[in-house]
């Protein structure tokens, strides 16, 4: 079963991101609201899904891919995607499929992942079209120590050809993050920052 609501939206600046999340729970609607409190403070525009589905099995796969783009068409342009558990599934798998003209195709390529607690789909009818080649666009993954979906979060990351790994020793949940983590995660945004700054400017200098 897939099943995606949109649950908010905020208009923020500098670049923009969309937020995939997953599950049933109110815990999950209580992360959902922590994270849109921080990326409000780092001034990052935000769209939020809420999303459920199969692990192995996708129902109405096709129509939620395209709902995601009627979504991203009416409230973007968004810059890159983050998504926990299932949503960091779905995010970590968009690139591909966008590259094989599969998804997204009325949108701005995805710039980058933001992905905590994320692995690679299952399907093969899925899998053989988004990962066919290296996911290109930089990344930032969370990874659990103690995360029942470590070992296919490394196998998502070991797809990446630009990973930046952020360990923390709880389990699948959205960490808790020290000093040294959080600069990392300043530094992975800060850079994304520019590259999408400097990619502005090329195109107004060419315009």
């Known amino acids: 079963m897939l099943l995606f609501l949109v649950m908010a939206n905020l208009m923020l600046k500098e670049f923009s991101t969309l937020l995939i999340m ?11 609201f922590f994270i849109f409190l921080f990326f409000h403070n780092l ?10 589905f199969e692990f192995t099995e996708y129902t109405n796969f096709d129509e939620c891919l395209q709902y995601i783009e009627d979504y991203m068409i009416k409230h973007g342009p968004f ?3 983050l998504g926990f558990s299932q949503g960091a599934i779905l995010s970590g798998g ?4 966008q590259e094989k003209g599969v998804a997204l195709t009325k949108v701005p390529k995805v710039k980058f992942l933001i992905i905590i607690g994320g ?9 053989e079209k988004a990962y066919s080649s ?9 990874l659990g120590e103690h995360d029942f979906l470590k070992e296919y979060g490394k196998e998502l990351i070991d797809s990446c ?16 993050l020290d000093d040294k983590s959080l600069n990392t995660m300043m530094s ?16 107004q200098s060419m315009s």
């Not at 290296?134 to 969370?142: A, D, E, M, R």
């Open 188 to 203: 992975f945004i800060e850079r994304i920052q520019n590259d999408i700054s400097e990619n502005k400017e090329e195109v």
């Open 161 to 176: 050809v630009e990973p930046v790994v952020i360990h923390h020793p709880k389990g699948h949940t959205v960490p808790r």
């Open 79 to 81: 810059d890159g995607l």
């Open 119 to 127: 692995a690679k789909f299952r399907a093969p009818s899925v899998v």
């Open 22 to 32: 997953s599950g049933s729970s109110s815990t999950r609607l209580l992360l959902l």
């Open 134 to 142: 290296q996911i290109g666009c930089p990344s930032l993954h969370f």
């Open 94 to 97: 968009l690139p591909g499929l």
């Open 43 to 52: 001034g990052i525009y935000v769209g939020f899904i809420y999303c459920l």
